[in-house]
């Protein structure tokens, strides 16, 4: 799923995409989006929020 043409915020951790102003280890990780929601998270917030396989990621919101 391609991301909007806007900045993301992971929401696992809260950290903006391309956010200069930090220097957080979490914007060197790639991004996934959960298949239900759409909402984008890095790929180590996403393993820690919810289920994630080689081909899809679900949030804890969508799981329930």
């Known amino acids: 799923m391609?991301?909007?043409n806007k900045p993301e915020?992971?929401?696992g951790c809260?950290?903006?995409e391309e956010n200069t102003c930090t220097e957080d280890i979490e914007l060197s990780q790639d991004w996934i989006a959960c298949e239900g929601c759409h909402k984008w998270y890095h790929d180590e917030c996403a393993e820690q929020n919810g289920i994630m396989d080689d081909d899809y990621y679900t949030c804890k919101?969508?799981?329930k």
């Open 14 to 16: 809260g950290v903006i």
């Open 9 to 11: 915020r992971c929401r």
């Open 2 to 4: 391609p991301k909007l």
């Open 61 to 63: 919101v969508c799981t």
